[in-house]
């Protein structure tokens, strides 16, 4: 009798081992950078279970499959899977990735901001930007507003004089940059959905080549329609991490904190020839990525 426990015992433990972690994907869209990150995700070797938040708001399948998920860490890639995942009261792990404007993002899952950290910012713009001295901030205080004030205050600790300019709408956004006018050197852009939106691309870059001002991007997609440069991540290192940091929060913390994941530096050489900066060939060799 007492053997048949231990065994039974035995047998309970073993299969409580081998239930195997995994990991649940829900993604915002089919963009490259999402894309890049979940390639990245699935080569952690667990499984990984991909889902999109439905376009026309009906997440039945999605919600069914997080509710049902035991052992399973969620990350969530982009604004919109981010806000249903954190709307989830899952008890799971949860990472919230590429994340836009979370100011007031829910204690209930990490984030990781869409936002490269401002750290790297400074020292790309130091390097590319030898002489900018005053730097403007357009943002949506509803988005971004103690993002910007931290930016704002990494600025100033660095030497430079932050100018900032709250956006309530797209309305607002050609007055805000007639008041900044020529009084920059630099627009630094925050991933914003209110002021940095698609639709608004080609009005900002035309202040941008009209006062000479040169506009860091909020993503490599903005360098190739005309800002001068944008740090930005290397979206499948980024996949990595978050999935990591999921699994790692999954096992308890009880492994060290994955490495931080690591930025390209993409630049437009036509718009700096616009913008009359010129960088030495050092500097050009030293950049992931220049588009021509």
Partial sequence: MRLA????????????AAVAQRIVVVTSGDSAPYRQALSAIEKLGVPVQALHVGSDGDNTRLTAALAGAHDTAIV?????AGAFG????????MVNCMMIGNDDASASGKTVPRLVPIDAQLASLKRLLPNARNVGIVFDPAQNERRAADIAAALHAAGYVPMLEPVAGPKALPSALARLGNRIDVLLALPDTTVFAREHTRAILLFSFRHRIPVV??????????????????????????????????GGNKVAVPAPPRTR????????QQLQVKWDAEILRSMDKVYE
């Avoid at 954190?86 to 792990?93: A, H, M, V």
């Fill in 76 to 80: 969530t890639l982009g604004t919109a």
């Fill in 5 to 16: 426990i231990i065994l039974a015992c035995a047998a309970l433990c073993l299969g409580k």
């Fill in 217 to 250: 991007g909020p993503t490599e997609g903005w360098v190739t329609t005309g800002a001068l440069y944008a740090v930005d991540w290397d979206y499948a290192d980024l996949g990595r991490y978050c999935g990591a940091l999921a699994l790692r929060e999954l």
């Fill in 265 to 272: 530096v993409v630049a437009n050489a036509h718009s700096a």
């Fill in 86 to 93: 954190l709307r989830q009261s899952t008890g799971r792990p």
